[in-house]
């Protein structure tokens, strides 16, 4: 049996350490697969885990963000110095212990799932290994990044994208590389809810995901503003936990939103599922998307969905008028516009969410799983 060995930064709640465990749980179906985890962060893995992957951690520390964040917000010089430091040793043990086990690895298949992880890869990984990279962030490909991938990505044999705008941004930057196999292959969904209502929902606009800048939730409250001048009686529901809360309540309040948007915290994925399954919209105003579960997960709970049309993304899922709406990026008070419409309208939900629950369809673990066993071979 061949092995497959996944190395991953850590496996704390977050979309990346979602696909990596998805696709562990897929591929443990024919191959031998274990999890390389750099930290173990306290609760994970995060999501559920088929025994049968074998998991192995690399260092016993975990970084000390929120620590050396804390001595900066109390301007305390020692605390911050002692910090610091602390943080470039264990960034420093990282590196070391990532480059120390790509080349320890001489078989099977290794795939890994970041930017400064590839690039390890490529310069260390044993030639008798297939050496599948992947992007899971819009890097946006800036100029230090696309110099990095023309440079360091030489020996990597399967470059996986997202998105087909990745995926041709990707061909442009590696035109000169000719031995690296570029393909897509997107996130899926490891399973399909079943007995999905379309009727009888609940007067609620629903989004999830890490309450981070990126996110873009102060441009949803913000749009809520007038849906909830419009239409009092709906509510918007953010469901997540991050940095960003105290700012976002903040703003509520200032808008006199506290009755209308609902912060109810982090949730476990059957409590999503099922948040999604009494939604009547879905809500995406993040900056940027590559390809985020969320998106995928209303989808398969018909909710019709509204979103920003940044650079990736939304636009590969969403069929704009069919399975929801394409708003241009920034453009507030469109974007308020189209939920109402959805709002005002019950047939236009139920069209749009028929087709939204289609649309999941291509993403399901069957029709990707083909792809990942097809690349990955007996």
Known sequence: MKTVRILALHLAFGGVEKAIISMANLLVERYDVEIISVYDMPNAPAYPLDQRVRLRYLLREVPNRAEWKAALRAKKPAAFFRESLKS????????????QTIRSIHDGVLITTRHEDNLVSSKYGDEAVLKIAQLHHDHRFKKHCADEMRRGYGRIDILALLTPVLLEEAREIMAENRHTRLVLLPNFLERLPENVPLEGREKTVLTVGRMAPEKGYDRLIRCFKAVHEARPDWKLRILGEGEEREKLEALRAELGLEAAVE????????????????????????LSDALGYAILEEQSCGLPIVAFDVRVGPGFVIRDGVNGFLVPDGDEAAFSQRLLELIDSPELRRRTGEAALRRAADFSREKIGRQWFALIGE
């Open 263 to 286: 912060m109810p915290g982090r949730m476990d994925s059957f409590q999503i599922e099922e948040e999604m399954k009494r939604a009547s919209v879905f809500a995406m105003t993040a």
């Open 88 to 99: 470039v040793r264990i960034l420093q043990d990282k590196k070391r212990a990532v480059r």
